[in-house]
């Protein structure tokens, strides 16, 4: 019978930072809004940012000094509430996820943060912010066992698990990035768009607050510089940005690194923050292997995890990147290593030379509109647009020549491209339902379109693949009617 233990005390300041990041807002609303304000007296804005700092401090103490966990009679249990008294009770062999993550304040105590995940939940069942790791090590040494039904007296090893000196197994690496894949990841990862999506999105949410006005007008002389200095400016921003999205790439993925045990993969990454993912294998529904624009040319691709599992609140656990930057042709052998029920080698049956038409017939409707209202509204520079039609039969072209299907053994391929190509694997005994739909243009040409789904997260991962041949779609129904029903529509 183990006793209640409770966090480390510097989980009294996660919990404060945590209610500051939720109160954002009201915060900001407190310090700006009354300045703004005449006839309110001074004293009432730093009186209200007190209480509200005070009651945060309280209340986070009174958070962690009521919160205890402990293990007992073959359950993770936790008890918690400041007002009201909750009692949590998770059963072990219901846990299938264990996520052991280092931020910035835990590697500073050498402390760690522990999320222990139920399959089907959307949120995290269990949250232990700030414990040692050599609790966390046996919390999860404990769980493994408990689940593989190793315990011939689980009393005794629960006493031994808590009090005891733990024998920690090492699992071997079987996949690590390098320095030089890690870089040249984060240089064609495309993050400098989120960085720049980010900071618009910042600057929306804050443009009252902004100096706009003011720096117009300094921008007005500024503009007079002339156009060189201008675009020299610009391309120095965006090599700023790239710069450091690419940074955060390597700091995010550094020491990624992939270990396998008999019943789990653990994957660990970070420089700052420090996570460890363990995922049972027997979870893992399917993978997805994506080639972005600049990766596919040189042979390189970015392999994830479809599994049953994950947390709405940490979007990161929905997306388990297996192999952030690997060479396509290595990709057999490694994925033999780490996952042999999903090895393949990726080749694909196209699709019919007769479906070319329709792809260029789908983006075309969907440009040429485009071009008409950009050439009439802005001519004559918006004859410019005319541009975008070469640029359309370069992309519909890509997209028919990307698109394909394959069988190998219990395994179904599908594979297409919106920007970048996917390519989704999946066993059959994994897929959730598979769908053929047949529109009037397509029977004309005897095609289909086939999607598949599996689970993935909360959600679902869907596969799609457009102007399949129909014959190929019998071939495929065939494999998979015996083990399932199909959705003919």
Request: charged fraction near 20%; hydrophobic fraction near 45%; charge should be positive.
């Amino acid at each position: 019978m183990s006793e209640p233990k409770r966090l480390h005390p510097i989980a009294v300041l996660l919990n404060i930072l945590k209610s500051i990041k939720e109160l954002v807002l009201p915060f900001m609303l407190v310090i700006f809004i009354p300045g703004r304000n005449e006839g309110i007296p001074g004293w009432v804005q730093p009186l209200a940012v007190s209480i509200i700092v005070l009651f945060l401090i309280v209340r986070a103490f009174l958070q962690w000094l009521r919160f205890t966990y402990r293990i007992e009679d073959g359950e993770f249990r936790i008890e918690s509430g400041v007002f009201v008294r909750k009692k949590r009770y998770i059963k072990l062999d219901r846990i299938h996820s264990i996520d052991i993550s280092e931020g910035i304040i835990q590697q500073m105590f050498r402390l760690v943060k522990v999320n222990i995940e139920t399959a089907g939940g959307t949120q995290a069942d269990a949250v232990l912010s700030a414990i040692n790791k050599s609790d966390a090590e046996r919390i999860n040494a404990f769980i493994s066992v408990e689940k593989n039904n190793k315990v011939c007296d689980p009393s005794g090893m629960e006493q031994e698990g808590w009090a005891g000196k733990e024998e920690t197994m090492i699992a071997p690496s079987v996949y690590k990035q390098t320095l030089p894949q890690l870089v040249f990841m984060a240089a064609t990862s495309g993050a400098v768009g989120v960085f720049l999506s980010g900071a618009i999105a910042f600057i929306s949410q804050f443009d009252e607050i902004i100096p706009f006005g003011r720096i117009f007008k300094n921008y007005e002389d500024f503009i007079g510089m002339g156009t060189v200095i201008l675009t020299s400016f610009a391309i120095t921003g965006l090599l700023a940005v790239y710069v450091l999205a690419t940074l955060s790439m390597v700091i995010k993925y550094a020491s990624f690194t992939v270990m396998k045990t008999e019943e789990e993969l653990i994957i660990s990454r970070g420089l700052l923050e420090k996570r460890q993912l363990t995922i049972p294998v027997h979870k893992i529904q399917g993978i997805r292997i994506i080639e972005n624009l600049v990766r596919k040319p040189l042979g390189f691709a970015t392999v994830y995890l479809e599994y049953a599992g994950g947390s709405v609140e940490d979007k990161e656990s929905l997306t388990i990147m297996l192999f952030p930057f690997i060479k396509k042709k290595h990709l057999h052998g490694t994925l033999g290593e780490i996952l042999p029920d999903y090895q393949t080698m990726t080749e694909m049956t196209p699709i019919p030379k007769r479906a070319l038409s329709r792809y260029f017939f789908r983006k075309a409707a969907f440009i040429i509109p485009i071009i008409g209202v950009l050439s009439w509204v802005f001519r004559p520079w918006g004859f410019l647009s005319l541009l975008l039609l070469p640029l359309g039969i370069l992309w519909a072209y890509m997209q028919y020549r990307d698109a394909g299907w394959n069988i190998d053994g219990d395994l179904l391929l599908l594979s297409s491209r919106l920007f970048s190509k996917q390519t989704l694997i999946m066993q059959r005994s994994r897929i959730q339902s598979i769908s053929f739909k047949r529109s009037w243009f397509q029977s004309r040409k005897e095609l289909a379109t086939i999607s598949a789904s599996i689970k993935s997260g909360v959600h679902s991962r869907v596969g799609v693949v457009t102007d399949v041949a129909e014959n190929d779609c019998q071939a495929i129904e065939s494999w998979y009617v015996p083990k399932k029903a199909v959705d003919t529509q």
